[in-house]
């Protein structure tokens, strides 16, 4: 049998993998490398899967992924630094049929936004959050954030993160996996194509979560920031298998639906 | 039983050389170019075509979505 060439493999019919629909022909302006295009990727690929896109509403947030609206073909609201869950909120009361989700990285959900993201997902706002946490600030510079590991060194903190002056990092999945308004809250990593599949699963779950108005999603993806470290993306993904993740494990951590909390409700006041 | 045969395009102006691609490919089938695309990239290509499964492993990791796969099955004839 006569070898296959390369011009018959390469034909429509024999096409597995390619660009979603959804994503528009910008290229990303994002560092070579970098986590944020895998998962844009990935929601696009969910929401044509699920057929939603004239459905679904994104709320970027402020830092690298703030015009993500150039790269998805859905709708897009701008929010303020780190209020993207509140604006999501709003939209989301507003037309209650619509998949409405934030993307936001550390430095907005898990600093400046702390206040806004864990009201948001105390009050169970059916909205799908997804963080992107690569232990820095990533559009200004590499300056050290409240995610940042202890030791590492950022252009804030040449030393080293140093626990008696700078404090713990903080893992805002535990905490906010202990609040009853959570429906699905689970830690992810795109840097193999065994995470990038599991990743996918996790987002297309909480979008159908998002329909079922069982309380809100909540995704983090541990991610690198290769420019902000300072190393190259390959070494980036080894590093951060290496040192993240035993601080920030992956897996689920709740599963299920926002609690009902009926064995607190209480009696009216008799006045 | 039947061999698969794979092969995968490479948007060359798109990618930005991250070397991601050519980590996760179990073949070793892609690399990066000698050459660099108008950007100033060393963009990745196909080094050893013939090896390629289409297994999706480097378009599933590419954060530029640059990568498209194609898969074959060729049915092996028994002698």
Known sequence: MAELQLADIIKPENKVYGKSKIMTDTPLHYCYGCSHGVVHKLIAEVIEELDIQEET???APVGCSVMMYNYIDIDWMEAA???APAVATGYKRVNPKKYVFSYQG???????????TMHAVNRGENIVMIFINNATYGMTGGQMAPTTMVGQVTSTSPYGRNVDINGYPLRITELLAMLPGAAYVTRQSVHTPANVRKCKKAIRKAFENSAKNIGTSFIEVVSTCNSGWKIDPVAANQWMEENMFPF???GDLKDGERDSFEQFSVQKLKK | MAKVRGAVVVDQECCKGCNLCVVAC????????????SKGYH???MVSPENCIGCMNC?????DSCITVYRVKV???QD
């Open chain 2, 26 to 37: 179990p073949e070793n089938v892609l690399g990066l170019h000698k050459e660099v695309n």
């Open chain 2, 59 to 63: 378009g599933m990791v590419c954060p």
């Open chain 1, 106 to 116: 550390d430095g907005d959900l898990a600093a400046i936004g702390t206040a806004e």
């Open chain 1, 57 to 59: 509403v994104g709320v």
């Open chain 2, 43 to 45: 963009y990745s290509h």
């Open chain 2, 75 to 77: 049915p092996v004839e």
């Open chain 1, 248 to 250: 920030y494990p992956l």
């Open chain 1, 81 to 83: 630094h780190g209020r």
